[in-house]
């Protein structure tokens, strides 16, 4: 292929310019050679010669085809070089705004000083398992990839981050480690990833400073290893930094910043713990001043800073130490303000003692004061025979402060970086880990210095390492294809390192000249010029002595020497470290500890990676400048270290770029951006691609893009890879321009792009040739037509001449028609109008006269209707009045008839025989009772006696003193005057109570007067209110029409967002659950570590064979109490649906009135809650005081009691006693009948309580023999005994007994007494406290109350302020809501009334079928059991008709069935059987517990079976058909629990043979919501099942797989696709393959008996995923976002809709979930050029967000030169088309979104007796009942 035939006309390329460094032109004549120069037109249609040189024969660089623009690789460019790079990073920046970009093995960044919604949680999981070339360019690939390698290759990886300051470096080593975090995130609680991203901040604070080309500029390097365990979790991390800028601590150019930390400890200055560090703002201090503006627009410095301590918190720094590290950065402030005074001469210095700063220096750092005053302005000089003091110069104190205000943040900086490492290590061994270098880019400045030439030194050896490496993946590329290895020759940068790192190197002699005791920096330069000047790679300015110029890999750069010895020196007097170390505070004097024998802290543990670690800092020694290590020596150690270590890993490139210096978002400098290309080594990447074979293409892609140039016979071959060989020998001559491999093309820089020039003139010609024949065509056609329409003009003219003659002979004949018609109509109208008019009189007048027979008859009507409902109400009247009496009649005869039913009831029961039957045994204590009432009865005979006395000498003492008022009252009558005034007075009062009579008429007339005037005003208002109502009732039904639509539209629009809400919040109660599950499985992972751990050598444990899960004590009791009123509404709303639910208002205000009545009831359950824990925190108190009382006090007390006792008991013999007596007196006297009466109503007054205290007493008995069976109470009342009879026969004599008794009785009075007493105190307590329970709730009524009235009160001064309509009208509603909640408690009484009706008749009828089965059972023998027993087999066979639907087993059995049933049961074993057969079989075990009435054994085997079925699920957690096979089952027995539970809403569809086997003694419906629970975990593992083995299918089968043949045209492209991570195997798949899947799922799931509706809603799920996987896939792949991928996505969704229409799943919305990707493939697909494009597209997208749209837009790729591509403009009329709507910010769907999952009731319509139960099942323990 000659020059001629590529520089043809019309052929693009690229010419230097100085502005634009690059610029396209299009030539206008073909080249020839020889020619002089190459005529071009350029972009701006000017003309323009470019000359050529004859000798060098240079032409310009061919431009790549428009298809190639774009690209993600640039090595998929054909033509590479320079322009082509530059340029198509420029496209996608600028046009795509795409910030990466892939250069072979280097990711290129832009940084786009913006924002972007790239790097959200749900890209990290888009990138996470997939290969590198398969996704658009991203940091996240990146690290994906090393991630992969790592997993895979089981080596150390790193990622080395490079760039010049501002280009983005640190920021994408922080995604990259994030990325880490998420992906790797640790197994264990440790939070390792929190704090690797944790010193992210802490680094910045104290590394990080704002420079000219940056406002976050890294001034160190750092490289971060993250290590791995053996299951690639993240375990620890370790962080090595190189070369701190300290001189900015001590100087800051023009706006420019110190450290970050200074600025943000000034702006925090204020806090209260910071008060002492004397700190003020930063503006007053000369080391943060110096570069002018000491703020950053958009950066809070104090906010900054509170991060910064909350990740000191976080790594475990100690409050103490972080204390400790900000006095030192403000000690570091305050010296660098200290006042330094020169004296004689300038010769020596002092500083003042009375320095503030110096004063605050010394404080802070805990040092001596007199010490560092002196030290500072003077240094030690040590001879071989004396030691000399000497004063220093103002510059030498000056440079001596700075030195030393460097060392000190330097040593600073080392411990917070190693205390961060300490947080960072783990114990765990470590398997690998993957390392971020984050260093500086090659930097060149108008004056550089040391720190320049050590940042370029690192950048070549970094630049040398990754050449090698480019070369040697070249290599590993050609040997695996089989192509012959040519040696390329690329540049080797170790010339220009041997020059600086060599013996006798510029390092060398730089050491050697620091250890000279006077050398300069111009004799190290003269040296340089001595030793190098003969290198090709240094250089010697000519117009300086002092300067030395470097050709570095990148560029050249002149360094200048002032400065070197200094700063690799690093000098600080040892004296100023003596007194720091000697100071107060222990940390302070650490950090300037000499570490000679100190173990460097960053190093590994052994065996925990392939190559030994070290400490990337080497250890520091003394202040001695004899044997310190200078700045240069350590760097070149150091940075050989780091080459070890990556040269040990296999390393990934990032190359961040800056675009522009002004910091503008997308904007893009040519200039700047060739400039850091060439630094980077991305064109060095360039050239060694197109020095070998570039482009690779697989034969399968060649083919199908280049099958148009192949001929016709060759096409019928078979073998592809031969098709292609003869196609290339044919096309191009020289075989060196491709190499045939094993899989793929290899072809030279420049043929592929000949080939697409090739393939666009085959379809040039073409084009022409189908142009040519459709013109043609075109032109015949239009031929015909035209020939055709002068045909029909000719017989249409020759028509319509005839037509016009026989028109006119038509209308002469039509005249004289229409003349007869008219005269004849003319007659007939008048005639017509005075028959109508006649017709018109007789109608009106006859319905006048039916009218008002009409009026009579309804009169006569409304009367009859009247007399109707009048006649009615009185018969009702009188009726409910007769009923009324009969029934009040009856009530009283009735009650009668129980009066002397139950008067006669306790004569019997409180009858002397009666009593005597009941107390027997107690014959002693009632002769002691009655002794007792025959003493207070002479007593009471006494105090009678007294009390007579008392009252007769009362009646003399009244008498007496009656006489003393008389004399008194005769005393005081002389006393006229005083009556004489009080009377005056009582006038004067008088008369002022007339007038205020007066008054008062008058204001009751007045008052009289203004109501009769409102009375007036309220008639009429009262008129004109009934007239406008019944305006408004018509107003109403004319609207009534016009709203029932929108009222309708209303109640739908309703509905959906109740709906709406219902989704919403079962989704939140389902994520709930999905996280209990997850936490209880990381419980269950802990516990078996903790289990490993635990079975170390030595003395282990039995691991515990049961589950957490089995554990559980959270199952709820067996509940017989009622469904709460809020279930039934719930489940109401549940099966009637939310329509009907949402129009019910009752229901609704039922609910929240229910919501108010819970709230109450919490309040008082927490104030309950509080009394408790009161009381429990004083029990405890007095427990603790119990236990130290000794056995003496306990003594005192119980005797104490047991008088107290003995008192009560002495009481409640005494009212015996009384009794007796009574009863005696009153049956011996015959007196009148009121006597009878009165000592008849005493007796019966007095048995009663008599009944009543003895069914206390019968109760106290139960009670205590059940206290006196428990053992310890048994010693202890043993121990009494033995006390209590040494008391007793010590004291035989009874004081209350004439008679002697019989000790062992007396004992067992005795103890009777006591323990009554003790029953007595117990029901005592509990009256006290329902008596102080009762007073609370009376209180809380009374509060309730008070509130009430409180707001009746407020709404009563409302409606006073109100006009008197409105007051009438809030008088209405207030009585309306009245009257509402009244009907509503009136309801809920009725509700409960009818619940508690239906419980007694099923109580009733379960005691009456329990009476029948006893009688029943009392017939049969309990022989015939055990022969029954024997003889199972016999028994099943012969009463198998009379199965009832039960199952019994032993207790000792539930194991076993357990393990038969569910543990160790395999789907297959009942496939052939009736589906959910567990289920069923559980239920009928479940329905003989409940028959039994044993609620521990229902309880015991639901607990099993659920945790049996949690085993089961987590032993089998990827098994699709186990999961789905439980899950049918679950829920079956689920649906079982309902349907026979006995509630009447489950019970509709039931036969009666079905509601015989309902449940009779228990409510299982919190169980019930246990199994909701576990159906709700078991759908959740089954989506996670099938979405693993659905997603690695879904984008190679939907995006990538062609299932229209020859459809899609291969673009195109370099060799990302061949990732290293990538498996060899062929990994693709089809459709049909997923729709294979989907059939199998959808086989097992309707096998096993799942619910239809849950199958459905399985599989919209499924169909999200597909849709969100998908159509992630596709907004980060440019290279599927095309016309033809557009074509294949809609045929794939088509066939995925026809698979669902064929399973009749069409109404699970499935469909619908495909929605967006629909849209997509219709996006891709539409016209995308006009505004009207745009507003079609705008249109269409609905389910597509903004971002997603421009997104698609921006990546879309024509797939041939003859697809236009998608314009800016037309993109961002799409972004203002789209600009109103309110769509989520992210950018990907969350694919693992999870729909909330409904289990609908589904009855079965299979009867318990009907199952038969398989042998197969080994169930032979289980008997039918």
């Known amino acids: 292929m000659s020059t001629a035939q590529l520089y043809t006309k019309y052929t693009r390329v690229w010419i230097p310019d100085p502005d634009e460094v690059w610029r396209s032109a299009e030539i206008i004549k073909d080249y020839k050679e020889g020619d002089k120069s190459l005529h071009l037109k350029l972009e701006d249609e000017t003309l323009y010669e470019y000359p050529i040189d004859l000798q060098g024969n240079e032409l310009p660089f ?363 290590h783990t114990t765990v061994k470590q398997h690998s880990f993957i390392g971020v270098l984050d260093i500086y880019g090659f930097e060149t400045f108008e004056v550089n210095s040391f720190e320049q030439f050590c940042i370029n030194y690192a950048n070549e050896k970094l630049q040398q390492q990754f050449n090698l490496h480019v070369f040697k993946l070249e290599q590993e590329e050609y040997m695996k294809e089989g192509i012959p290895w040519t040696l390329i020759d690329f540049y080797d940068n170790q010339p220009c390192i041997d020059l600086i790192e060599a013996k006798l190197g510029i390092l060398d002699l730089l050491d050697e000249e620091c250890k000279v005791p006077k050398g300069t920096d111009q004799n190290w330069a003269q040296k340089l010029y001595d030793r190098h000047a003969s290198s090709q790679h240094f250089q010697k300015p000519r117009m300086s002595n002092t300067s030395f110029i470097v050709l570095h890999f990148a560029d050249k750069v002149e360094y200048q020497s002032e400065g070197f010895l200094e700063k690799n020196r690093d000098t600080v007097y040892e004296e100023q470290i003596n007194i720091l170390k000697a100071s107060k505070y222990q940390m302070v004097a650490d950090l300037f500890q000499d570490e000679k024998d100190a173990a460097p802290t960053t190093s590994m543990a052994k065996g925990t990676s392939k190559i030994s670690v070290r400490s990337a800092r080497p250890v520091i020694k003394a202040a001695n400048k004899e044997h310190k290590k200078t700045v240069g020596h350590q760097f070149r150690n150091s940075l050989h270290l780091l080459m070890e270590t990556l040269n040990a890993t296999t390393p990934h490139y990032v190359r961040c770029i800056k675009p522009n210096d002004e910091k503008l978002p997308f904007k893009f400098d040519p200039k700047r951006a060739v400039q850091q290309l060439r630094a980077c080594g991305v064109l060095e990447t360039i050239r060694i691609s197109a020095a070998g074979f570039p482009s690779r293409w697989s034969y399968h892609d060649f083919f199908n893009r280049y099958r148009v140039l192949m001929k016709k016979r060759d096409l019928s071959k078979n073998d592809k890879k031969q098709i292609c060989q003869t196609l290339l020998e044919d096309l191009i001559k020289d075989p060196d321009k491709f190499q045939f491999g094993r899989t793929k093309i290899f072809f030279r820089a420049g043929q592929v792009a000949y080939l697409e020039k090739l393939r666009a003139d085959k379809f040039r010609a073409a084009t022409i040739m189908i142009q040519k024949t459709v013109r043609g065509w075109l032109q015949r056609v239009k031929y015909k037509r035209l020939r055709k329409a002068a045909m029909v003009i000719q017989r249409y003219t020759r028509g319509h001449l005839a037509r016009r003659l026989a028109e006119h002979l038509r209308r002469t004949r039509a005249a004289i028609i229409f003349q007869k018609q008219y005269r004849m109509l003319r007659i007939l109208r008048a005639f017509q109008r005075v028959r109508n008019a006649t017709i018109t009189i007789q109608a009106f007048a006859r319905g006048m006269f039916v009218r008002r027979i009409y009026r009579k008859i309804l009169a006569e009507h409304k009367a009859t209707i009247l007399q109707k409902y009048a006649r009615g109400w009185l018969a009702r009247t009188r009726f409910r009045r007769v009923r009324g009496a009969t029934i009040v009649l009856q009530c009283y005869y009735r009650r009668m008839k129980a009066r002397q039913e139950l008067k006669a009831l306790r004569i019997e029961a409180r009858s002397a025989q009666h009593l005597k039957k009941l107390n027997i045994g107690m014959e002693n204590k009632v002769v002691q009772l009655q002794r007792k009432i025959d003493e207070q009865n002479k007593e009471y005979k006494l105090l009678n006696e007294q009390l007579s006395m008392l009252t007769s000498a009362h009646s003399s003492e009244v008498e007496k003193l009656k006489k003393e008022l008389v004399q008194y009252q005769q005393s005081h009558r002389g006393d006229g005057n005083q009556l004489v005034s009080l009377q005056e007075e009582m006038e004067h009062l008088r008369l002022e109570l007339e007038k205020a009579h007066g008054e008062r008429k008058v204001v009751e007339d007045s008052y009289v007067k203004e109501k009769d005037l409102l009375r007036k005003r309220i008639s009429d208002l009262e008129e004109e209110n009934a007239l406008l109502k019944q305006e408004k009732e018509e107003l109403n039904s004319r609207i009534l029409c016009q709203s029932e639509d929108e009222f309708a539209r209303n109640t739908v629009e309703e509905n959906i967002q109740m709906k709406k809400e219902l989704e919403e919040e079962r989704s939140r109660y389902q994520n709930l659950v999905k996280e209990y599950s997850r936490l209880e499985q990381r419980y269950d992972n802990l516990r078996d570590e903790m289990t490993i751990i635990k079975q170390a050598p030595g003395h282990r444990r039995n691991p515990s064979n049961q589950s957490s899960l089995e554990s559980d004590s959270n199952y709820p009791s067996i509940s017989t109490s009622e469904i709460g009123d809020t279930e039934d509404v719930i489940q109401q709303v549940e099966e009637v649906g939310m329509e009907k639910a949402a129009m019910d208002m009752t229901l609704f205000l039922k609910l929240q009135k229910r919501v108010r009545e819970l709230e109450q009831e919490r309040k008082k359950l927490q104030t309950q809650l509080e009394k408790k824990e009161q009381e429990s925190k004083k029990s405890q108190v007095i427990e603790t005081k119990t236990e130290v009382t000794s056995d003496h006090e306990d003594f005192a007390y119980n005797s104490l009691k047991r008088q107290e006792l003995e008192s009560e008991n002495k009481k409640l013999k005494n009212d015996l006693n009384e009794l007796r007596k009574a009863i005696a007196d009153r049956a011996t006297q015959n007196n009148s009948s009121n006597d009878i009466q009165d000592s008849y109503n005493l007796l019966l007054n007095q048995l009663k309580s008599a009944n009543e205290e003895l069914e206390v007493r019968k109760e106290e008995v139960l009670i205590l023999r ?294 009779k003694n228990f409510d299982l419906t919190e169980y019930r919501q246990v199994l909701s629970h576990l159906s709700i975990q078991i759908y959740q593992q089954l989506i996670k099942i099938a979405e693993g083995i659905l997603q690695p299918m879904i984008v190679s089968a939907v995006l990538e797989n062609e299932s229209i043949q020859g459809l899609s045209g291969v673009k195109p492209m370099g060799y990302r696709n061949r990732s290293s991570s990538m498996a060899d195997g062929d990994s693709s798949y089809s459709l049909d393959a997923i729709i294979r899947q989907l059939n199998t799922f959808h086989s097992i799931m309707c096998d096993q008996g799942l619910d239809p509706e849950i199958v459905q809603q399985v599989f919209k799920q499924l169909f999200y995923v597909i849709n969100a996987v998908a159509l992630n896939n596709l907004l980060l792949r440019k290279d599927v976002c095309s016309w033809s991928t557009g074509m294949q996505l809609r045929f794939n969704i088509s066939q995925l809709e026809e698979w669902l229409r064929g399973k009749n799943l069409q109404q699970s919305g499935a469909a619908q979930t495909l929605e967006p990707l629909i849209q997509a493939a219709q996006l891709l697909q539409l016209k995308k050029k006009t505004s009207e494009d745009a507003e079609a597209i705008c249109s269409l997208c609905t389910s597509l967000t903004t971002q997603q749209i421009v997104k698609i837009l921006n990546l879309y790729t024509p797939v041939n030169e003859f697809e236009e591509r998608v314009t800016v403009a037309f993109i961002r009329d799409i972004q203002m088309h789209l600009q109103e709507r309110n769509d989520p910010p992210q950018l990907l769907l969350d694919f693992k979104h999870m729909f909330p999952v409904l289990f609908p009731f589904n009855p079965s319509s299979i009867t318990m007796d009907s199952i038969h139960l398989p042998a197969s099942l080994n169930l032979e323990f289980l008997h039918k009942v």
């Open 62 to 424: 061919l431009r790549n085809p428009d298809i190639l623009v774009g690209e993600n690789d640039l090595t998929a460019l054909s033509y590479l070089h320079e322009p082509a790079v530059l340029h198509n990073l420029k496209v996608r920046f600028l046009e795509s705004n795409h910030i990466y970009t892939y250069c072979g093995i280097v990711l290129v960044a832009i940084n786009p000083y913006e924002q972007l919604p790239i790097y959200e949680q749900d890209v990290i999981y888009a990138y996470s398992g997939q290969n590198m070339g398969d996704m658009d360019p991203h940091i996240f690939a990146v690290a994906e990839e090393a991630y992969k390698q790592m997993a895979r290759d089981e080596k150390n990886q790193s990622i080395i981050v490079s760039g010049e300051s501002g280009a983005g470096k640190t920021v994408s080593a922080k995604y990259a480690m994030r990325f880490f975090a998420t992906v790797g995130g640790s197994a264990s609680d440790t939070n390792i990833e929190a704090k690797v991203l944790a010193s992210s901040p802490i680094m910045e604070a104290i590394g990080n400073a704002r420079t000219t080309r940056n406002d976050n500029s890294s001034r160190f390097g750092k490289y971060i290893q993250i290590g791995f365990d053996k299951r690639y979790h993240i375990i620890g991390a370790n962080m090595r930094t190189y070369l701190l800028e300290k001189s900015r601590v001590v100087f800051q150019a023009e706006d420019e910043r110190n450290y970050h930390i200074f600025y943000q400890l000034c702006a925090s200055a204020s806090l209260p713990e910071f008060k002492d560090l004397g700190l003020t703002c930063a503006e007053d201090f000369f080391y943060t001043s110096q570069g002018g503006d000491t703020s950053i627009n958009g950066v809070d410095d104090a906010d900054d800073f509170e991060k910064t301590r909350h990740a000191f918190t976080l790594l475990g720094v100690k409050e103490s130490h972080q204390t400790t590290i900000f006095r030192i950065i403000a000690a570091i402030l305050h010296l660098g303000n200290l006042e330094i005074q020169a004296e004689r001469d300038g010769d020596a210095c002092s500083v003042s003692s009375e320095d503030e700063h110096l004063n605050n220096f010394c404080g802070l750092l805990g040092v001596e004061h007199s010490q560092m005053q002196h030290w500072l302005c003077h240094r030690k000089l040590v001879t071989t025979s004396e030691t000399y003091v000497k004063s220093m110069s103002v510059q030498q104190v000056v440079n001596a402060r700075n030195a030393l205000a460097k060392h000190i943040y330097a040593r600073l900086f080392n411990w917070i970086v190693q205390h961060i490492n300490k947080a960072l």
């Open 1266 to 1559: 059940t206290q006196i069976m428990k053992a310890a109470q048994q010693k202890e009342t043993g121990k009494n005994m033995v006390i209590e009879r040494e008391s007793i026969t010590t004291n035989a004599s009874w004081p209350n007994s004439d008679k002697h008794i019989d000790q062992e009785d007396a004992i067992e009075a005795y103890q009777g007494m006591c323990e009554t007493n003790r029953l007595l105190e117990a029901q005592l307590q509990d009256q006290k406290r329902e008596h102080e329970e009762e007073v609370e709730a009376l209180k809380n009524q009374v509060d309730a109350m008070k509130e009430e009235l409180e707001k009746q009160h407020q709404a009563f001064l409302q409606t006073l302020q109100l006009s008197p309509e409105a007051q009438v009208e809030f008088g209405l509603q207030q009585e309306i809501t009245r009257l509402t909640n009244e009907n509503l408690d009136l309801k809920e009484l009725l509700e409960k009334l009818e619940k508690n009706e239906k419980k007694l008749k099923k109580q009733l009828k379960i005691y009456m079928k329990k009476v029948q089965d006893f009688e029943a059972s009392q017939v049969t023998v309990p022989a015939e059991r055990r022969q029954h027993e024997r003889n199972m087999q016999v028994v099943v066979q012969r009463k198998e008709k009379d199965f009832q639907g039960m199952l019994e087993y032993y207790k000792e059995d539930e194991p076993l069935l357990i393990r038969n049933l569910v543990t160790d049961l395999k789907p297959q074993a009942v496939s052939a059987t009736v589906p959910c057969l567990p289920a069923y079989i559980l239920y009928m075990c479940i329905r003989h517990a409940d028959y039994i009435n044993d609620d521990q054994k229902v309880h015991s085997l639901l607990t099993s079976t659920i945790n049996g079925i949690k085993k089961v699920l987590k032993k089998h957690n990827d098994d699709f058909q186990m999961t789905s096979f439980w899950l049918a089952n679950t829920c079956r027995l689920l649906h079982c629990l309902k349907q026979y539970s006995g509630d009447a809403g489950f019970m509709t569809q039931n036969t009666p043979k079905q509601n015989e086997h309902c449940l």
